[in-house]
């Protein structure tokens, strides 16, 4: 298990870990993420999005400003659960992870949406796609091609 805990205590102050877990102020996530088995987070936008383009399951504990709209997508998106952070012991989260690593579904759900977003335009096709729309689309005619 890594944890990631910013750069406001160190890790030292958390005490002797046993050897599977490991403690850093910071690891690039793309590094962790590649690594990972399940995400445990706080839900925030990057770490979500970061972990679906990657296919991980997630295990979130939502607190404030856009976490709890994440963890209620990802619960509907079938990815993952979401805990209480304030109710939720450390046995209750123990046995989340454990239950979200057991059943596939989460698992075969965020690798799904990784494919999917894989399979979209990157971002050399959409300028392309709107150097063409800026040549040839005028005031008068509709941007929405779908659209009459």
């Known amino acids: 298990m890594t944890v990631t805990i910013g750069d406001v205590i160190q890790p030292a102050e958390l005490g002797k870990q046993p050897?599977?877990?490991r403690i850093e102020p910071?690891?690039?996530l793309h590094d962790i993420l590649a690594v990972s088995d399940l995400v445990v987070s706080h839900g925030g936008s990057g770490t979500v999005v970061s972990a679906l383009a990657m296919g991980?399951?997630?295990?979130l504990l939502s607190m404030g400003a856009d976490q709890p709209d994440n963890a209620d997508r990802c619960?509907?998106?079938g990815i993952g659960v979401d805990?209480?952070?304030f109710a939720s012991s450390s046995v209750d989260i123990a046995v989340a992870a454990a239950a979200a690593l057991q059943k596939p579904e989460y698992r075969c759900a965020a690798r799904c949406i990784a494919d999917e977003a894989r399979a979209?335009?990157?971002a050399d096709q959409a300028v392309s796609?709107?150097?063409a729309l800026a040549r040839t689309a005028s005031p008068s005619k509709p941007l929405n091609p779908h659209r009459d």
């Open 83 to 85: 805990l209480d952070p």
């Open 129 to 131: 796609l709107l150097e």
């Open 120 to 122: 979209l335009p990157d």
């Open 56 to 59: 991980r399951p997630q295990l």
């Open 75 to 77: 619960r509907e998106l």
């Open 26 to 28: 910071y690891l690039p």
């Open 19 to 21: 050897p599977s877990v």
